[in-house]
T-cell receptor, first 113, second 115 residues
């Protein structure tokens, strides 16, 4: 599978601040996925993006599918303590007939009350 | 709907010992996955089953790791013998069918520490 590069690796912010993170690849994808993993749990799907340029919101979360189809962005507005966790971008690997998720290394978010 | 169940939650073993993890997927999900998540990294696929057949095990270290999914439901992942670098969280996931990310659900994982 192709490698996904996420930045930043970690963020320490104050409650109420906005957050931006991104994910890039050298390959073109048809779908970008964003997951959140809380401590001691498995990743949970937040947002799925299907089309270049698409902007999709889920509450205070907004994600965009880059025009080049090689990147994606996730923004969190007015952060709260429960936003703490690791945010992963991912794509569905259809190589062969597998169909499985490939993840980036994640952005770890810490929120100070 | 019950989620993906995994056990145990935690396991500490000495290097060269054996260990096994168990996963019960969501009822009716045909596809089951095992991922390894090393601290500071994203989950990495080890093996994928479609019903009780292996679809992809290209990243499974087959000299020490084995997995089975008897009867196409529960699955076990075994490490024998364990090495220090096997310390990680082992996540099981299931999905209704191959390639379906809607419904692709992860368990809470088993945290393995090899000392």
């Amino acid at each position: 599978g192709q490698q996904l590069n996420q930045s930043p690796q970690s963020m320490f912010i104050q409650e109420g601040e906005d957050v931006s993170m991104n994910c890039t690849s050298s390959s073109i994808f048809n779908t970008w996925l964003w997951y959140k993993q809380e401590p001691g749990e498995g990743p949970v799907l937040l947002i799925a993006l299907y089309k270049a340029g698409e902007l999709t919101s889920n509450g205070r979360l907004t994600a965009q599918f880059g025009i080049t189809r090689k990147d994606s962005f996730l923004n969190i507005s007015a952060s709260i303590p429960s936003d703490v966790g690791i945010y992963f971008c991912a794509y569905m690997n259809y190589g062969g007939s597998q169909g499985n998720l490939i993840f980036g290394k994640g952005t770890k978010l810490s929120v100070k009350p | 709907e019950a989620g993906v169940a995994q056990s145990p939650r935690y396991k500490i073993i000495e290097k060269r010992q054996s260990v096994a993890f168990w996963c019960n997927p969501i009822s009716g999900h045909a596809t089951l996955y095992w991922y390894q998540q090393i601290l500071g990294q994203g989950p990495k696929l080890l093996i994928q089953f479609q019903n009780n057949g292996v679809v992809d095990d290209s990243q499974l270290p087959k000299d020490r790791f084995s997995a089975e999914r008897l009867k196409g439901v529960d699955s076990t992942l075994k490490i024998q013998p364990a090495k220090l670098e096997d310390s990680a969280v082992y996540l099981c996931a299931s999905s209704p069918r191959t390639g379906a990310y809607n419904g692709y659900t992860f368990g809470s994982g088993t945290r393995l520490t090899v000392v």
